[in-house]
């Protein structure tokens, strides 16, 4: 039960901002002037955006993380799948 509540928490503190790694942070990158990044917006677009199984709420990001046990999840990510995977 705690950990629902935990989960929730996050989801709506976080539903008004874009996560970096997300695919809509991603694309709002891909618009945005290189010159505008900032280093870790750089290192962060380089990790998450190139791959699509590396890209937080991605159909394969969703696919890699429900094979994985879920006793290995972090926090970030049951929070992140339940974002991205369970209510698009």
Known sequence: MRQILVITGVLLLGACSVE????KWCEQKKEQAKSEWTS?????????????????????????????????WTA????????YCLMP
């Open 20 to 23: 970096p790694g997300s695919e």
């Open 40 to 72: 870790s917006d750089a290192i962060t677009f380089a990790s998450s955006c190139l791959l699509d199984s590396t890209t937080i709420g991605s159909k394969e990001w969703c696919d890699d993380l429900s094979d994985k046990p879920k006793g290995e």
């Open 76 to 83: 970030n990510e049951a929070a992140d799948y339940t974002r």
